[in-house]
Structures are given as C-alpha cells and as structure tokens.
C-alpha cells in the first residue's frame, strides 16, 4: 500500500461499498445442474460485459440476453429465472464504509469511480447513497471502463486534483495497479481495517 497522503479519494462501489446476495441464484444453478457462478460468467462475457457498461443495454436487454445465452443448457423457463435471479438480486451497503466516507467529505473531495450501468443513479438513490459522494464516473456515462487510464484521468478531474494526490480504493487489483500506473496512490480493499487505516490521515478514527 502506498502512502496515505491525499487529497482526493476516488472510490469503487461494488466490492467496497455495496454487496450482493447470491443465495437465491446459487439455489438455482445448483437446483438446475449448473456449477456456481455460470450464470455470473454468462452475464459478463467480454461482449456482455463491455456492451453493459458502456451504456448499451438495459436492464431488460441484459436480463434477456442471459436468458438467451443459459437457454441451451437449462431451457427458456429457468433460464429467465436465473438471469431474473441475477439482474434482480438483493444487495446491500456497508454501514461503516459509508459512514467513513460521509466524514471524509469534509475534508476532500471524495468520487465514485465505477464499472457500472445506466439505471446506477436509481440504484444509489434506492440504497440511500444519492449523497455518498461529491462525482460519481460511471462508465456507462462517460463511455470508458476500468482500467482504461482515460477513466482515471476523468475521475481526477472531476475531483480538482491532480492524479499523483488522489488515493484509488477498489477490490479489483488489475484496476488499482492501473490506478498507479496513472500516478495514483492505491489500495487494494479486502476488509474495511484496511481503509480504516488508509484514511486515519484524514480522519481521527
């Protein structure tokens, strides 16, 4: 881990902040035949995956194209059911987490930085994180995803602050070391110590 010394935190959402509950859906794949996680993989196929966060599916479009592709293997019926179970399934928010990054936001910038969808904002708003930050970049609206490096330099700018004094938070260590790679600090967040730590220069945690 870098130094802790910032300006700007940019922060990931799924992974750091936000959660998913897959019980149901691996009730189903096991119920089905299927091993845990294919639905998972057919969802985010690298043409899937791209299409969906750049912005070019819906929801709806997206919950049918998994359909169409688990199809073949389960038939049309439970196909939906997994994709439904999937696109659909419940999520929640780490408490902590978001309470630390309320108390940071008064004292720097603080940006989401996210692989995300189009129907994001209407996420955020039903988890009650409308405000959990000052920027949200999502990829589906500024048309790049990590790690490309144009998504890190969007994110500092959205932050006023130059790359080499924002600090990157995100589960993926791909999408950290590209963080670095654009002169950022990194973090690559597997428990909420971690950030605890990372932030008590700005915080008195």
């Given at each position: 881990m870098d130094r802790h010394d910032f300006d700007a935190l940019l922060c990931d959402l799924d992974g750091v902040i936000?959660?998913?509950?897959?019980?149901?859906?691996?009730?189903?794949?096991e119920e089905s035949g299927l091993q845990a996680g294919?639905?998972?993989?057919t969802a985010f196929t690298p043409e899937r995956e791209r299409a969906l966060l750049l912005g070019r599916l819906t929801r709806a479009e997206w919950a049918?194209?998994?359909?169409?592709g688990l199809t073949a293997r389960?038939?049309?019926?439970?196909?939906?059911?997994?994709?439904a179970a999937f696109t659909g399934a419940p999520n929640r928010v780490d408490p902590e987490v978001v309470g630390m990054l309320g108390r940071l936001r008064g004292t720097v910038p603080v940006v989401l930085v996210t692989n995300a969808t189009v129907w994001l904002d209407e996420d955020l708003a039903r988890l009650g994180l409308h405000?959990?930050?000052?920027?949200?970049?999502?990829?589906?609206?500024?048309g790049v995803a990590k790690p490309d490096p144009a998504i890190y330099a969007i994110a500092a700018e959205?932050?006023?602050?130059?790359?080499?004094?924002?600090?990157?938070?995100d589960d993926s260590a791909a999408n950290v070391e590209a963080a670095r790679a654009a002169g950022m600090s990194g973090l690559h967040y597997r428990e909420v110590a971690q950030?605890?730590?990372?932030?008590?220069s700005r915080l008195a945690l």
């Open positions: 936000r959660f998913f509950d897959h019980r149901e859906l691996n009730r189903l794949e294919d639905t998972l993989r049918a194209s998994i359909t169409e389960v038939g049309g019926s439970r196909a939906g059911e997994l994709a405000d959990v930050a000052d920027a949200v970049v999502n990829s589906s609206r500024v959205r932050a006023g602050v130059p790359a080499g004094r924002c600090l990157f938070v950030l605890r730590t990372a932030l008590a």
